[in-house]
């Protein structure tokens, strides 16, 4: 994990060294705390600028990811519903049980596509720290 410095609150983040040549740089506590009234910021409104050619690229992006998602439930769901008896189960616990085996057949390929490891690392270090945001208020 790398330092630098978020965009709008100017106070110093980690970031995963892959991600430092990222355009945009903002910490999970201003994320948490967008609103409205960053409209009249012009540093928000400058990292808007920025974001715009990224978000641009998104819909095919995530159009893509949809395509997969839809690719690998078509591969697993049915070895999912052999191997769980998801019938035993309430309806909120199965369909979390199908959340997080979804997640987990998602990062498993990603992961054998290549993915390093540290990329989870930071993904848990992250979720952690928006946790953490939340609980604080
Ligand atoms: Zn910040």
Do not use: W, Y
């Not at 980690?14 to 012009?42: F, G, R, T, W």
């Not at 949809?66 to 052999?82: P, W, Y």
């Not at 992250?126 to 604080?136: I, L, T």
């Amino acid at each position: 994990m790398e330092k630098t410095n978020c965009m709008l609150c100017k106070e110093e983040m980690d970031c995963p060294e892959k991600m430092l040549a990222a355009k945009v740089h903002i910490c999970n506590s201003c994320i948490e705390n967008i609103s409205e009234k960053d409209l009249d910021n012009p540093d928000f409104l400058n990292i808007l600028k920025k974001l715009d050619g990224t978000i641009k690229g998104m819909d095919k992006k995530l159009e893509k990811c949809d395509k997969v998602a839809n690719e690998i439930t078509n591969m697993e769901f049915n070895l999912f519903l052999k191997e769980n008896d998801i019938k035993s189960l309430s309806r909120k616990n199965a369909a979390r049980k199908a959340f997080t085996e979804g997640s987990f057949s998602t990062l498993s390929f990603i992961m054998f596509g290549g993915m390093e490891e540290e990329f989870l690392d930071s993904m848990l270090k992250a979720m952690k720290e928006v946790k953490v945001q939340k609980e604080k208020g």
